[in-house]
Each structure stands twice: as C-alpha cells, then as structure tokens.
C-alpha cells in the first residue's frame, strides 16, 4: 500500500471522527441548554429578577456594617464588638463541636471505609451494604440530623455534636474508601503471598498508601464542621449560630456583621494552620514559589 493511500485513509478516518465529535458535542449542548431552560422555569430565574435583587444583597450588607470613623476608631470598634467576650466564648463552643465531631467522625469513617471499598471488601453484598451506610449517613443534611437530635437530647451542643458526628461519618468514609480503591494493589498481592491475613493487609499495604490523603480529607472536613457547626446552632444545637440566628431574627445588623467576621476570621487561620500540618505530615514543610 503506498503512502498515498495510508494518507488519504489517515484523513477519512481523522474527518469521519471530527464529524461524529462534532455531532455528539452538539448533542450535549443541546441536552444542556434543554435542561437549563426546564431548570430556570421551575426556579423562576430571570435576568430581570437577578438584577432587580443584587442591590438588596448590597442594601442588607450595607445595613450589617457599622460606622467607623477615623478619629474615633477604638471607640466605634469598641461599641461593635460590645459582645466579644460572649461571643468568643460561643466561638469556643463551636469549634469544640466541630473538633469533636471530626474526631469521632474520622474514626467511624476509618472503620466504615475498608469493608466499603470494593478491592478490600472481599464480598460484593459486604461492599453494598457498607456504601450505602455511608450515602445514608451523609445524604441526610446536618440541619435535619441537628432538629432530630435536639428533640431527643435536648437543646445544647451535644446535639451538635451528634449531627456533625453522623454526617461526617459518611462524607469520610466515602472519600476514604475511595482513596483505598485509587491505591497500588501490587502492594497488597505482595502481602497477601508472605501470607498476612485481612487486617495485615491494611496495615502494611493499604495504610501507608493512603494516610497522606485521609490526613487532607480530615483536615478539609474540620474547615467544613466549623461552618456547619455555626449552622446547626440556628436550630438549638449550641455555639456561635444560636447567637447569630437570635441577631439576624431581632434585625441587630451590626452584631451579625461582628459575628460573621468572627466566623470567618477563625476558618481562615484553621485553614492556614491545617495547610501547615499537611505539608508537614507529608514532608513538605515549605513551598517553593517560582
């Protein structure tokens, strides 16, 4: 065959395969645009109706801050942040739940997350039923897990605590039992032909593997729990969010502003400090910036 004909062959096949990209790229496009277009009409999304709320947003966001003058600065700052010792020690509160219910909830994720992964399971019906514990446990909101727990325990922030726990426990050992199945089973068919048994298969061949990336997924679950823990407390389930809940219903504008920079202050240095731990647990201390 010449090389004449391998070309031209080349440039039918290389044009019938644009075609058929072309064709199925249209074909999504237009399922897209079919499915935005039934979207917008069951959430009444205008672009008349978004422009004439954006400037509510500003208005709100103008009525939460406070009056600071230059001249005055320590004394406006001052009568903002009138409740800081109150709302400090409710912070506390907050980020002990959110502490906790990292703690508890990365623990029952490490114990959901083996049987629920499918090259560690050993039996389908084991991985099944192990999965779908976990899709129940994290399918249901954490508001909806703290009104179920405030009716049973009471208002307080075990309540919280219980609610952050069980959600954790499966958006975990979701992320875990999918780090398992991403790791190299050459390790664990070198284990199992010394002879070990299921739990040294974990041990030796499957957590060195994947303790980096259960350590960042447990790390961005305390960033979440933080918040989230601020929201549970709109229901009675204890912390910062009762306060802020109290604040927004009673329209005390500047206190939900001095609140909310509270919360926000707070995530920012846990997130830089879990960025520090990270890079040290996996031996990345510093980065080196071009």
Not at 52 to 60: F, M, S, T
Not at 66 to 92: C, H, M, N, Q, R
Not at 110 to 135: K, T
Request: contains cysteine; neutral net charge; proline residues 2%.
């Amino acid at each position: 065959m010449s090389a004449s004909v391998q070309v031209r062959r080349f440039e039918e096949e290389f044009a019938r395969l644009r075609r058929r990209q072309r064709i199925q790229l249209f074909g999504f496009a237009l399922l897209f645009l079919t499915i935005f277009h039934f979207a917008a009409e069951f959430s009444h999304f205008t672009l008349e109706r978004l422009a004439a709320g954006l400037p509510r947003i500003g208005e709100y966001i103008g009525k939460t801050l406070p009056e600071i003058g230059f001249v005055s600065l320590i004394g406006d700052v001052a009568t903002w942040y009138y409740g800081f010792l109150k709302w400090l020690k409710l912070l506390g509160d907050t980020l002990l739940i959110a502490l906790m219910a990292t703690l508890f909830g990365a623990v029952g994720g490490l114990v959901l997350c083996f049987p629920a992964s499918r090259n560690l399971a050993g039996h389908y019906s084991i991985y099944f039923a192990f999965r779908r514990i976990a899709e129940i446990a994290r399918c249901v909101p954490e508001v909806v897990y703290a009104l179920v727990f405030v009716v049973a325990f009471g208002i307080g922030p075990f309540a919280g605590f219980l609610a952050l726990t069980a959600h954790t426990i499966g958006a975990l050992g979701k992320l875990f039992a999918e780090a398992n199945e991403n790791i190299d089973e050459r390790q664990l068919d070198g284990v199992r032909a010394a002879g070990g048994n299921w739990f040294e298969v974990i041990r030796y061949a499957v957590l060195p593997q994947v303790l980096p990336n259960f350590t960042t997924y447990t790390l961005w679950r305390l960033e979440l729990n933080i918040r989230s823990a601020a929201i549970v407390g709109f229901v009675g389930a204890g912390g910062i969010g009762q306060e802020l809940y109290q604040a927004i219903g009673l329209n005390y504008y500047e206190d939900v502003s001095a609140i909310v920079l509270m919360i926000v202050v707070t995530i920012t240095l846990i997130d830089l400090a879990c960025e520090k731990i990270r890079h040290r647990i996996i031996g990345r201390e510093s980065l080196q910036w071009a």
